[in-house]
């Protein structure tokens, strides 16, 4: 497929496009990607886009789900599910892996499978493993559908804190200090000699860096899993609940300064950075985790507080990062400002939150580009994108 136009069959020229949102997932970032596909079907004009819903359930199960955003949204602090969505859980939908049939169909047990006609582009919103790392992306590509965001690999970089940050130092991009601690290097935990050398590799690893350290899951977002430790008596812990979202884990040293986000959107013309955003001290919380960020609902500052050349560098050093991990599409970049008044990046997310609060749309809204637009923009930058490679 070489283009969005030479691909279209007649009748896709005469109807609106039709655009999948595809959301849910089996992540630990299961309802935060609920919520975005909510947020996200809020804002695509029906005038122009036909949209099918479909979820994945948390055991991996494509759902037809009702066209529901206001049912969509966190409640009275839980979370909501594609469970909670699904018009059935009895069947299922399947996208056909011929790149000739974008056919889309839903079957149950027992009758006879609906189509439910041809997709033009997906719009995934899955946060995470199985969604956000390159898998979902891959049968994308099989199926020559386009779809918003990065590609295989970049995708699989963006989740991946190890790889991501081993593919920033060989671009000459600031990276923190940090070491990874591999399933096999913990399978029998800290009692066995392999778990005792990874656990001596952290202690010296606080020797030279200083404590506290912030253990993490090296393939999760949203904060999932992440323990700040002041000591060696909570490591152990810190690392059986990283090691519930993911069995390799990230052991960073701190990074005293300020944590400033800069947004990065594909034009036509190349990608662009938004005016970034700083996310200050959290004072009911011990770092910016997982409830401060999407249930307490800290406040962002939109526009940082920074002076033009700081504001000017960080968006140059996002775009960097989006290119150096060949990103399509978006990215959130997030950066600490450290006291010495250097930027070193801590990550890239190219699936970044499309949540009412979440920091990317409100970056881009502040510089110029509305929710809606901003939805637009990616999915006509995904329609103009080739599958397979380019």
């Known amino acids: 497929m070489s283009s969005e136009n030479s691909s279209q ?176 290097e913990w399978e029998q935990g800290p009692e066995g000699a392999k778990g005792a050398a990874a656990r001596k590799k952290i202690v010296d690893f606080a020797a030279e860096h200083g404590w506290p350290l912030f253990v993490k899951p090296a393939r999760a977002g949203s904060s999932m899993g992440i323990t700040k430790v002041d000591d060696l008596s909570g490591l152990d812990d810190a690392i059986a609940e990283a090691q519930r979202h993911d069995p390799k884990i990230l052991v960073e040293s701190l990074l005293r300064g300020r944590e400033i986000e800069c947004g990065v959107l594909e034009f036509e013309d190349g990608p662009r950075a938004s005016v970034p955003a700083e996310i200050p001290p959290v004072t009911a919380h011990d770092f910016y985790d997982f409830e401060a960020k999407y249930i307490d609902s800290a406040a962002g500052l939109v526009p940082a507080p920074l002076t033009e050349e700081q504001t000017a560098e960080v968006r140059r050093l996002a775009v960097e990062a989006f290119e150096a991990a060949s990103c399509e599409g978006l990215v959130r970049a997030d950066f600490f400002l450290t006291e010495d008044g250097g930027f070193v990046i801590n990550e890239i997310n190219t699936m970044p939150g499309f949540t009412p609060i979440s920091m990317y749309p409100r970056m881009w809204q502040e510089t110029g580009v509305s929710y809606p637009e901003l939805v637009d923009l990616l999915i006509q930058a995904a329609l103009r994108r080739p599958t397979g490679l380019r």
Do not use: C
């Not at 596909?37 to 804002?43: D, P, Q, S, T, Y």
């Not at 695509?44 to 036909?50: A, E, F, G, L």
């Not at 009275?76 to 011929?98: I, N, Q, Y």
């Open 9 to 184: 069959s007649p009748e896709q020229q005469l109807r609106k496009p039709r655009v999948a949102v595809v959301f849910g997932g089996r992540s630990s970032e299961h309802g935060i990607s609920v919520v975005t596909a909510g947020a996200v079907l809020r804002a695509i004009d029906r005038t122009k886009y036909d949209v099918l819903p479909i979820g994945i359930t948390t055991d991996g199960r494509w759902a037809l789900t009702a066209d529901a955003p206001e049912r969509m949204s966190i409640t009275d602090r839980v979370l909501p599910s594609v469970e909670g969505v699904a018009e059935s859980l009895d069947g299922g939908v399947v996208l056909s892996v011929d790149p000739a049939n974008r056919e889309v169909v839903y079957s149950e047990p027992g009758s006879v499978p609906k189509a439910l006609g041809e997709v033009d582009v997906v719009f995934p919103v899955l946060h995470g493993p199985y969604g956000e790392d390159g898998t979902l992306q891959g049968l994308l590509e099989l199926s020559g559908v386009p779809y918003v965001g990065a590609g295989v690999l970049a995708s699989a970089v963006g989740q991946d804190k190890e790889y991501m940050k081993r593919v920033f130092t060989s671009f000459g991009l600031p990276v923190g200090p940090y070491v990874v601690i591999r399933p096999r």
